[in-house]
């Protein structure tokens, strides 16, 4: 005895995963462009190289860039990292502004001299940690969202 419908409910199963992955990496985009903003917006700014350095993207991020969230694939979802990072070649101090710097001998034309080091100006994860919720909660809405798409058509 066969089942009704059966076929048209695994057709539906199957397309789960790619109807899922296109809303999934929408969200992440989105979360990834919040936080983005919200660290600019607390960034120290003298220049503003590194304000301009904090970005996000899909895979790796540039060298001399510190990261504060990288996405965590299945297996088999490899396309789906995003990376959000602060710093690059011009903006190389990110870390040291984010956590600041201890007091060190200086060296070359102030040799035998101390700097007093930095404090922290984080801007990097209190942005992270702020926007933190609210990027799980944009996920786990794109999959719910995904499936009753495809449970629909």
Do not use: C
Request: aromatic share 8%.
């Amino acid at each position: 005895m066969a089942i009704k419908g059966l076929a048209s409910l695994r057709r539906k199963l199957r397309a789960i995963p790619d109807a899922a992955r296109e809303e999934i990496r929408k969200a992440m985009e989105d979360a990834a462009q919040e936080v983005v903003n919200l660290a600019r917006h607390l960034v120290p700014v003298e220049h503003g190289d590194l304000r301009d350095s904090i970005g996000w993207t899909w895979g790796e991020p540039p060298r001399g860039a510190i990261v504060i969230a990288k996405s965590r694939p299945r297996r088999g979802a490899k396309d789906m990292r995003l990376t959000i990072f602060a710093g690059n070649d011009k903006a190389f101090y990110a870390r040291w502004v984010e956590f600041g710097t201890a007091s060190h001998p200086n060296k070359g034309k102030f040799a035998g001299t101390r700097h007093p080091g930095t404090r922290a100006q984080p801007f990097f994860f209190p942005a992270y940690r702020a926007e933190r919720k609210k990027m799980k909660s944009k996920v786990s809405r794109a999959i719910t969202k995904a499936a009753k798409k495809v449970a629909a058509s």
